[in-house]
Each structure stands twice: as structure tokens, then as C-alpha cells.
């Protein structure tokens, strides 16, 4: 087989499973969506240096993933592939502005492109940006790219946003359906949020919105495992709190009750890297993210993680 095919599976395969996750519970939606990505006519150099970048960063060496594919870079200067992975590579050495660059790059080339849009809403939450304020830069006039986007918010429990890209989205049999899903989230985000509201108190209370009434309700939420309140609840606690794991770990463990064991990891490891001293909760993390691997079969991270739990706290 050659290694341009080899290449193409390699990347396809990782976009198909990444698909799988995204369809589990939209399965009417995506069925139209390809994930096949071709790389060709490219010298045994780049192809060499490709795929060490993919060993390389496989074994969280991102410096020399990095490296090499600053290299593809110079070999190929358009390769909107490359790009995206020099996106993700810096966004996992949190180096975000430089990983947006990249990420806006690969998104221009191929504005219909889910998993590319997918990386740039994500760089842009860690830099707490919101995608309207983005928007001159970004491909709204394309279709495709509008629908992924709504798809991508609603995924992500963020249906406000996703309804409003829909409302500007010509109508179609998917932005039907879609709409359809993202209205009963959003009625039953409101639900939640009337169920376990709270307010100002007069008599001494936090005022509302405080750390401290983030945390009761989500420790009440925890109690009667309202996985679907506790999602959005952490959600906007970290809107206003994004340096607190305490809330990354909420929303990890909400992520992972509802099987999105992917984003969950995604929140569950960036919760850490502001954690310092607790090791109560570092254990909660490490324990979610063992569960979490495990459920999408990488035993060797869950037993990496399942490794660092001390005993007796």
C-alpha cells in the first residue's frame, strides 16, 4: 500500500471514529457528513516526516511533533491537513494564539469541514472568545460551514448558540432536525435551570452567581444526579470561574455520565492544569479520566491516570 494511502486511512480513520462519537446521538443528522481526507503526491521526506509527527505526538512528545511538522509545513505550504495538526499540537502546548492562526488557516481552506471548525471553536473557548465576536474572519456566507457550526454548539451544550447560527442557516432537512433537537435541549436546559435556581439572599446567603453558590448547586446536582443540569450549570460556572477544576471536574464527570467520554476528557485534562495541592479532588480527576478511557477502550491512559490516585484522601 502506498504511504500516501496509508496516510489517508491513518487520518480518515481518525476523523470516522471522531464521527462515530459526534452521530451516536444525532445519528439522522450526520449521516450525509465525510470524514475522508486524501493527502497526496507527496516526496518520501514529507511522508516520513508526517508520520513521525503523528508517533510523536501519539506519545505527547508535542515539541517533536511540533517540529516535524513545521517541516511538512515548509515542504508543502498549503497542506490544510498540516495546518489543523499544527493547531492541535499547539493548542495541546497551550499556545493558543498560535494554534488559532494555524486553526483559521485550515478552516479557510476547507470552511466545511467539521472537525476543523470543531478545533477552532474549541482554541477559541480556551481563549474565552466567542465565535460572533470572530465573525469577520470567519466563513459565515458558506452553507456547510453554518450547519457543522450549529452541530458543534448543540454537541456541546451550548444550544442558545446553536440556534441562534440555525436561525441564519437556509432551511434544509438537517438544519430542520437539528432545530427540532436543539429546542428540546434548550427546554430542558431551562427546566433544570428553574428546578435548581437560586437567588440573592437577604439573610446572609452568597449573592447569586458567587463560587460558592456555583459549587452548592452543583454539589446538590452531584447528589441527585441531574448529569443534564449539572453539564450546564458547570458550564456557565466556568464562564464566570475558568480557572476553578472544581467545575472542570463537574462538568468531566457530567460529560462522562452522558457518554461523551471524548469531551470529557478534553474538559477533564484542561481542569487540571489548574490544580495545585488538592488531592481530594485530583484523585476525583484522575478517576473520571481513568473511567473515561476506559470507556473508549485506551487502557493505557486509564491505567496511567488509575496509577495516580493516592490512597487515603
Given at each position: 500500500m502506498k504511504t500516501r494511502q496509508l496516510i489517508s486511512l491513518f487520518v480518515g480513520g481518525f476523523f470516522g471514529v471522531s464521527l462515530s462519537a459526534y452521530a451516536q446521538?444525532?445519528?439522522?443528522?450526520?449521516?450525509?457528513?465525510s470524514a475522508e481526507v486524501f493527502l497526496e503526491d507527496y516526496s518520501d521526506a514529507f511522508q516520513d516526516k508526517f508520520f513521525e509527527a503523528l508517533k510523536q505526538k501519539g506519545i505527547e512528545n508535542y515539541d517533536r511533533a511540533i517540529n516535524l511538522m513545521l517541516e511538512c509545513k515548509q515542504l508543502?505550504?498549503?497542506?490544510?491537513?498540516?495546518?489543523?495538526?499544527?493547531?492541535?499540537?499547539?493548542?495541546k502546548e497551550k499556545q493558543y494564539p498560535v494554534a488559532e492562526e494555524y486553526a483559521l488557516a485550515a478552516l479557510l481552506a476547507r470552511p466545511d469541514n467539521l472537525w476543523y471548525i470543531d478545533t477552532y471553536v474549541d482554541i477559541a473557548r480556551k481563549q474565552q472568545k466567542s465565535i460572533d465576536s470572530l465573525r469577520e474572519q470567519l466563513p459565515f456566507d458558506n452553507v456547510k460551514f453554518k450547519e457543522n457550526l450549529a452541530l458543534i454548539f448543540f454537541r456541546r451544550g451550548r444550544a442558545k448558540e446553536a440556534q441562534s447560527v440555525l436561525k441564519e442557516t437556509p432551511k434544509s432537512n438537517f438544519t430542520r432536525q437539528l432545530s427540532i433537537k436543539v429546542a428540546d435541549l434548550i427546554e430542558a436546559q431551562e427546566a433544570a435551570a428553574s428546578k435548581?435556581?437560586?437567588?440573592?439572599?437577604?439573610?446572609?446567603?452568597s449573592e447569586s452567581g458567587s463560587f460558592e453558590q456555583y459549587r452548592s448547586r452543583i454539589q446538590g446536582m452531584l447528589q441527585?444526579?441531574?448529569?443534564?443540569?449539572?453539564?450546564?450549570?458547570?458550564?456557565e460556572a466556568l464562564e464566570s470561574y475558568p480557572s476553578q477544576p472544581y467545575f472542570y471536574y463537574a462538568q468531566g464527570l457530567a460529560l462522562n455520565r452522558k457518554g461523551r467520554a471524548r469531551e470529557a476528557i478534553e474538559t477533564l485534562e484542561a481542569g487540571l492544569d489548574y490544580l495545585v495541592g488538592d488531592i481530594s479532588l485530583a484523585n476525583k480527576f484522575y478517576q473520571e479520566l481513568s473511567d473515561a478511557y476506559n470507556s473508549i477502550n485506551n487502557s493505557v491512559k486509564a491505567n496511567m491516570y488509575l496509577r495516580k490516585i493516592k490512597p487515603g484522601f
Open positions: 446521538e444525532t445519528p439522522a443528522i450526520d449521516e450525509n457528513q508543502d505550504p498549503e497542506n490544510d491537513v498540516v495546518d489543523h495538526e499544527l493547531a492541535k499540537l499547539y493548542l435548581s435556581s437560586f437567588t440573592f439572599s437577604n439573610d446572609g446567603g441527585t444526579k441531574n448529569y443534564l443540569a449539572l453539564d450546564r450549570v458547570a458550564a
